[in-house]
């Protein structure tokens, strides 16, 4: 899923800082235990969830910080991208992850 995808359209003044919003208080509670960063963006991934929130400031709320118009985003999903289906391809045919990346550079 992309980020603007999990972002509800409401007042950002009226949402938690992101550090406090409930969607997200779990992966901070693993941040707090000593969880490495890669763990708790792991989990998100399992979970549906974006792991690029985490790199945002843990003090404002999510929408105040992602200004994404989705009327305007006329782009097609990554998945759907000519310039990178070769690479879903190489996945769904079993290839690891690392030589996708691999053949990407």
């Known amino acids: 899923k ?3 995808s999990q972002i509800k359209k409401s007042d950002a003044n009226s949402e938690p800082p992101l550090k406090e919003d409930p969607k997200y208080e ?3 509670r693993m941040l707090k235990m ?3 960063m890669g763990a708790v963006q792991n989990a998100m991934i399992r979970d549906g969830l974006d792991p690029s929130i985490m ?3 843990h003090n404002k709320s999510v929408s105040s910080q992602m200004k994404v118009d989705e ?3 006329s782009d097609p999903p990554l998945k759907e991208d000519p ?3 070769k690479y879903f391809k190489m ?3 079993g290839l690891p992850m690392g030589a996708v990346q ?4």
Do not use: A, H, I, R
């Open 26 to 28: 779990k992966y901070f």
């Open 102 to 105: 691999n053949t990407m550079q």
């Open 71 to 73: 009327e305007n985003d």
């Open 91 to 93: 996945l769904k045919m």
């Open 83 to 85: 310039k990178y289906s």
């Open 2 to 4: 992309s980020v603007s």
């Open 55 to 57: 790199d945002l400031d």
């Open 34 to 36: 000593g969880l490495p």
